[in-house]
């Protein structure tokens, strides 16, 4: 994990003079805007690989599994297992627990109020309207921004611990019924135990309980192949961006709208509020509206992909979520940092 450390002078970063103060808000504003440029390269990279007939729809249904498979599991076990667990307990939690919550029940009760349906689509459009993308894109902002990549330690681990589990249930148990199979109850609590991503995850969560470190022998590969997961999924997201319809066309553009209020503006300002409420500090105050304003993540897409649920609305979502995002994240870390 990397943090901030003191200047040349002793002092923290951020806490000199005014024209120091001043120049942290510009890095943070840099180093955000360099986050979205890192990926927007990537999924521009796929869009022109797929436009020169590189890759095609079987590459990125290839590219898709190996992230959900594979390369998943084995990035999130190296996050998890070597993570802070103590921020498990911080009140910035409580927060940002909270406005997800917050976010996705206004999504499902405006969605039951406009489309009046639940079906499996809605479990993407929840994740979209509050899971955000606290990985690929929330590491190198929240180091950028808030000098601490571990402030997404703790959201991780619910989104991948707790929210993630409970979706994939969801959509297995709908998988089985479609395909005729019966479930009995006592075997719903077992569902998240099939599938990689959570098994690796509460693997991880063990080791880091009981303390252990596992040899470099070991982790060494593992990192490796968790290295492929978020280029995977950004080039096969980009691969669809060309050879799918544009975002914004489809039966789903005024769910895909839906979503963005309920993500891009009331998840960011329902955390700001109860930060305000808890009364956080101004750090706590920016790490935990800067996550609540990251856009979607783009392992919905990969979820949606894997499932052959929601596809459009998911990619569609984390598409128009991630470029709003990239002036209301840069609007705070002007405002609040410093």
């Not at 450390?5 to 955000?32: E, L």
């Not at 994740?127 to 703790?154: E, F, K, R, S, V």
């Not at 309920?262 to 930060?275: D, M, R, S, T």
């Not at 009364?279 to 979607?296: D, H, S, Y």
Request: glycine share 10%; aromatic share 6%.
């Amino acid at each position: 994990m990397v943090r901030a450390r003191a200047g040349a002078s002793g002092r923290p970063a951020g806490r000199g003079t005014p024209g120091d103060s001043a120049t942290t808000r510009v890095n943070r504003v840099q180093g955000a805007l360099s986050g979205f440029f890192t990926i927007g390269a990537i999924v521009v990279t796929g869009v022109l690989l797929a436009h020169l007939g590189v890759l095609g729809q079987l590459h990125r249904a290839l590219l898709s599994r190996l992230a959900f498979l594979v390369a998943s599991p084995a990035l999130l076990f190296s996050l998890v297992a070597g993570a802070d667990l103590a921020h498990l307990f911080s009140r910035t939690l409580v927060v940002s627990v909270l406005a997800i919550a917050v976010a996705g029940a206004c999504y499902l009760i405006a969605a039951r109020v406009a489309f009046g349906r639940a079906n499996a689509s809605t479990v993407i459009g929840t994740l979209c309207a509050c899971y955000t993308n606290a990985g690929n894109l929330g590491l190198p902002i929240a180091a950028a921004i808030m000098g601490d990549m571990t402030w997404m330690a703790p959201i991780m681990l619910v989104q991948i611990g707790l929210m993630q589990p409970t979706a994939l249930a969801l959509l297995d148990t709908r998988a089985a019924r479609h395909a005729g199979e019966r479930i009995a109850w006592y075997t719903y609590p077992t569902l998240p135990l099939r599938n990689p991503i959570t098994v690796a995850v509460l693997l991880a969560v063990g080791i880091n309980l009981a303390g252990l470190r596992l040899p470099e022998l070991v982790m060494t590969p593992i990192e490796l192949v968790g290295g492929m997961a978020v280029p995977a999924m950004l080039l096969a997201f980009g691969v669809s961006l060309r050879l799918d319809p544009l975002p914004g066309r489809g039966t789903h553009a005024r769910e895909v709208g839906l979503i963005q209020v309920a993500k891009v503006v009331v998840h960011p300002l329902v955390a700001w509020g109860l930060g305000l409420a808890f009364g956080l500090t101004r750090p706590e105050l920016l790490a935990v509206t800067v996550i609540a304003a990251l856009p979607a993540a783009q392992n919905i897409y990969v979820i949606a992909s894997r499932y052959e649920v929601g596809e459009m609305l998911a990619r569609d979502s984390i598409f128009v979520s991630t470029m709003l995002s990239v002036p209301t994240i840069t609007l705070l870390a002007a405002l609040l940092g410093g």
